[in-house]
């Protein structure tokens, strides 16, 4: 790693063609995700530009990759987070003396 930068061939993999794995992909992403959650949301051109300025050495494809993974987790702790809300609501509606 060099100056907060996570470089891709670092995480296990190398750089020849066909050595990334989605398995190296998810552990990027919750990797960024656990350093810089505050950098990242659900948009995908967002979080793109994000994953470039975090990262060194992935390829445009291994990057949109990342991205997209990133963007999924977010989307989905997102709506997580909106059902969570909807249910206490619900729960303090239920109180409420009529």
């Known amino acids: 790693m060099a100056g907060g ?43 793109k530009h994000t994953v470039t300025a975090l990262t060194q050495g992935a390829t445009t494809k291994v990057r949109n990759q990342i991205a997209g993974y990133i963007t999924r987790i977010c989307a989905e702790a ?7 809300e909807s249910a206490e609501e619900s729960k303090e509606e239920e109180a409420e003396p009529a």
Not at 27 to 47: Q, V
């Open 5 to 47: 930068r996570i470089d891709c061939c670092e995480l296990g993999g190398n750089k020849s063609l066909g050595s990334v794995r989605t398995e190296q992909i998810k552990r990027t992403a919750k990797e960024l995700i656990k350093r810089f959650p505050e950098r990242f949301s659900n948009n995908f051109e967002d979080n």
């Open 78 to 84: 997102q709506v997580v987070s909106s059902v969570d």
